[in-house]
Structures are given as structure tokens and as C-alpha cells.
């Protein structure tokens, strides 16, 4: 008898192997990216109600995110950047402004040397996901973890090239509230993703 959980596990093994050869068969252009940095500010910036934003410092291969950092410092937003805990515990956010010190962290990241605090709104990355606002993750269970704890809104970001027909998911898997594109904002509408 196969265990459902662990038919879940196996077949998002699969697809991070997909997505990973993928990210190498797409190298992403500057102007992708900085498409990618204006859509999320206009998705950020319209949420008037959410003052402290989580953000990300790219590792390898992920969309840099730094200019968005910076338009939302300008614009007035706190922004905080996560340090990667021990394996098991939630995310810590870290206070970033463009003068912080930045440290390096577990598994490749980079952390600033700020004050802890609690997001508002976190843009979360990820390797896949689904029109139904599921996201597949690098498989540490951080995110999930994290946003569970948090209780805050989610958004994810990618690249359109990431989508895929469906993302296996399990009880403890979190779908977001909307996912932004360099090309669209797909958001939760009636229980089901809604392009706009």
C-alpha cells in the first residue's frame, strides 16, 4: 500500500528535478527581471495596509529582487529579509535598509544585520507553481513553516516559465494569496487562481 504523503514527497522530487533543468535552460534577461521588480512593486505598493515587507536576497539562478528592495525602501516600506534558521524552524525577518550590513547565512543565503520583526506581507520564492496558487518550494518546508506561524498575507513571485499544470501538494503546503509574473498577477478569486 502506498502512503499518500509519501507519493506527494516523491513526485515533487520529481518535479524539482524538472524545474531545476529548466532554470538552467532559461537564463533570465535583465529586462525580465527588472519587469518582473516593477510588477511587484505596483502589487506591493498598491496594498497600502502593509507597511513591513519580506523580501528575498536572490541566491543563484533566483530573480534578483534587490531592486525591488530598494524602490520599497524609497517609497517608505520597512523591508525585512529572512534568516534562515535551523532546519525545522520558521524564518527569522532581519530589518534591511540599503546601508545594512549584510551576513552570510545557512545553505547560500544572506541575511542583513538588523533588527528581528514581523512582516506584514511576504513575497515568497519559489521553484513551480499552479493557477490554483500553489507553489513548490526548494523542499526545506521554511515557507510553510513560516507563513503558518506568521499568519500574514503571501504573495509569490517567478517567472512565467514556472508554471506548471499542477503542483503536488500536502497538508502542511500553504497556496498564496496571488503570484506576480513578468507577464501577469494571478490572484485567489472564488477559491480558484484569476489571471488579470
Not at 155 to 166: C, I, K, T
Request: net charge neutral; aromatic share 6%.
Amino acid at each position: 500500500m502506498v502512503v499518500p504523503h509519501i507519493d506527494i514527497d516523491r513526485q515533487k522530487q520529481a518535479l524539482r528535478r524538472v524545474m531545476r533543468q529548466r532554470r538552467i535552460d532559461h537564463p533570465d534577461s535583465p529586462l525580465v527581471i527588472s519587469v518582473l521588480n516593477e510588477r511587484l512593486a505596483a502589487e506591493v505598493l498598491a496594498e497600502t495596509q502593509a507597511l513591513k515587507i519580506g523580501c528575498v536576497w536572490p541566491l543563484p539562478g533566483e530573480a534578483d529582487l534587490r531592486p525591488l528592495c530598494h524602490a520599497l525602501h524609497v517609497a517608505g516600506r520597512e523591508v525585512f529579509l529572512p534568516e534562515t534558521t535551523p532546519k525545522g524552524d520558521a524564518l527569522v525577518f532581519r530589518q534591511w535598509t540599503p546601508q545594512a550590513a549584510m551576513i552570510a547565512g545557512r545553505y547560500g543565503t544572506t541575511h542583513p544585520d538588523g533588527v528581528c520583526d514581523r512582516p506584514d506581507l511576504v513575497l515568497v520564492p519559489l521553484l513551480a507553481f499552479d493557477r490554483t496558487l500553489n507553489r513548490l518550494g526548494y523542499g526545506g518546508g521554511y515557507y510553510d513553516r513560516t507563513l503558518a506561524q506568521l499568519g500574514c498575507r503571501a504573495f509569490g513571485f517567478a517567472l512565467s516559465w514556472q508554471e506548471v499544470g499542477q503542483v503536488p501538494t500536502g497538508i502542511h503546503d500553504h497556496a498564496l494569496e496571488r503570484i506576480v509574473t513578468e507577464k501577469e498577477t494571478i490572484r485567489k478569486q472564488a477559491g480558484e487562481g484569476k489571471a488579470e
